[in-house]
């Protein structure tokens, strides 16, 4: 493994720099993802067994997900924000063996260990306790060499599904010797130039696809990152000079927050030394890539994809500047956009967006109905993210609008079914639709449209009382910032709620539906 030869040749250089400035070694790095290695070799587990990790950005997260990757494991980053149940949900669904957190997020872990009998070790950055071992005491004077067995493991990442239910997808293990690293990781150097040399600013939470894979990316090709355990504008700026930052990855809404700092503020750090500044996760809206673009210069690419790696494509600075709007050409998988009945349309015109993969060998765990929805029967060898838009005449694609009413704040997926869900329960609620608003900064926000029963009369004090009933019962980002009441939704005679006369009063102004 790369990490390997560098702790060998580079022992003392840094692997990675966290936000105060601590540096972790390819030397540490290298033995203490071996002692984990060999804590979870000690417990029992072996190839294609599970962890999970739930806690926020710190450099033993990525130590955890090294000792996985050398070890044959599959490794469950779990999104810091969710409830105890919803974490205990995935942890249990996943079937981890041991459950990895930080004594911020104790609590949240102790209930989710509770509701996943499979659990049955866990350790905490700090502290013992009554549930969970230190982290360090567990590993120390454990063997920093490797584990005899080595094979490679994966990163396998959750999102809520459709029917608020835990979604995993989940690939083979790889086959390849543990030294040539992960094979995802190639791909990102081929698109983005990493090497020995690369500093790599991640101001995203690495629970993410994208953030997690790019920062094991730069360390299996020697290079640094530069690890912000949460994002602010200015602080980002500090970093990139401080660091002499060459690559950054970011989502829209970052972008937003930089450009709305005072301009004697966000001018005095000197960004030079960055070479490829990509974002992705959400659509970014014209005006603010043009106003990135006119700051930082033809540095900045997209992609658009997903960890389920069904296709992607990839636009950089130039190609934007004279394809306004576009997510780019197709950069591995083939595209197809098609009609409801599930025909191919000419160019310019607009359908669902799949994506011609043979090389696509994995699916959803546990969820069969998932794994069909996603493929077209006429063509298995096509599947969807769930996106709509179009290819021009020179095959950029554009987004327009999501199959699936799926919601995109910030760069985070939100699905309404979830939320709709938890509104149901409250005795007011006779039916209710959620979704996506313009919001400035984030891209969207979540809105709750509310039909009540007969004894009960709209009031801005039961709106607040709707969005509190959430507060216990699903993440802060989840939850609705606003609540609007009507007459009767407007259901078809089949019982299908039409979302899309809800959403389009609010999307007037929009060229395009989803940004």
Avoid at 78 to 105: D, F, M, W, Y
Avoid at 200 to 226: D, I, K, R
Avoid at 402 to 413: L, Q
């Amino acid at each position: 493994m790369y990490v390997r030869t560098h702790a060998h040749a580079t022992p003392d250089k840094a692997a990675l720099i966290d936000q105060a400035g601590a540096v972790l070694t390819y030397a540490e790095l290298d033995a203490r993802s071996n002692q984990l290695a060999h804590y979870l070799r000690g417990l029992g587990l072996t190839r294609g067994d599970h962890i999970a990790a739930v806690m926020e950005n710190c450099p033993t997260y990525l130590v955890i997900v090294w000792a996985a990757l050398r070890s044959g494991l599959y490794v469950t980053p779990v999104n810091s924000h969710l409830t105890g149940p919803e974490t205990g949900a995935i942890v249990k669904h996943c079937e981890a063996q041991v459950l990895l957190t930080s004594e911020r997020l104790l609590e949240v872990a102790a209930v989710a260990r509770v509701e996943a009998p499979l659990c049955r070790a866990g350790l905490v950055i700090g502290s013992s306790t009554e549930n969970f071992e230190s982290f360090d005491a567990a590993i120390s004077g454990l063997a920093t060499t490797p584990v005899p067995d080595e094979s490679q493991g994966s990163l396998q990442y959750y999102s809520s599904g459709t029917t608020g239910q835990p979604k995993a997808f989940i690939r083979p293990l790889p086959d390849e010797p543990v030294d040539s690293g992960p094979p995802n990781s190639t791909v990102i150097k081929n698109i983005h130039g990493f090497d020995e040399h690369t500093i790599y600013l991640s101001p995203a939470p690495l629970y993410h696809a994208a953030p997690s894979a790019f920062s094991v990316a730069v360390q299996t090709f020697g290079g640094t990152v530069v690890l912000m355990e949460r994002f602010d504008a200015r602080e980002a700026l500090r970093l990139i000079e401080a660091h002499r930052v060459s690559h950054s990855q970011w989502v829209p809404t970052m972008f937003v927050r930089m450009l709305g700092l005072p301009e004697q503020e966000r001018t005095r750090f000197d960004h030079s030394s960055l070479r490829h500044a990509v974002h992705s996760a959400a659509p970014c809206s014209i005006m603010v890539k043009q106003a990135m673009i006119d700051w930082w210069g033809p540095i900045i690419t997209e992609y658009y994809g997903g960890s389920e790696g069904i296709g992607g494509t990839w636009i950089d600075s130039e190609q934007w500047l004279s394809h306004h709007g576009s997510v780019g050409k197709s950069r591995f998988g083939v595209a197809h956009i098609v009609n409801d009945g599930g025909l191919e349309v000419p160019v310019g015109q607009t359908g669902v967006i799949y994506f011609e993969n043979r090389e696509f060998d994995a699916g959803y765990a546990k969820d069969p109905d998932a794994n069909r929805s996603q493929r077209l029967d006429d063509h298995p060898d096509w599947a969807t993210y769930g996106d709509v838009g179009y290819v021009d005449d020179e095959g950029y694609i554009y987004l327009t609008d999501r199959a699936s009413f799926m919601i995109v704040s910030g760069g985070v997926n939100i699905y309404p079914r979830e939320i709709e869900d938890v509104l149901s329960e409250h005795p007011a609620v006779a039916d209710v639709a959620v979704i996506g608003v313009p919001n400035e900064e984030f891209g969207e926000e979540v809105k709750a449209i509310v039909e009540l029963w007969s004894q009960y009369s709209p009031s801005d004090e039961l709106a607040e009382e709707l969005i509190d009933w959430c507060r216990p019962r699903l993440a802060g980002y989840k939850r609705p910032r606003s609540v609007e009441f009507i007459d009767v939704l407007p259901r078809m005679p089949t019982g299908k709620l039409a979302k899309g006369p809800l959403r389009a009063p609010y999307w007037v102004n929009h060229d395009s539906r989803i940004i």
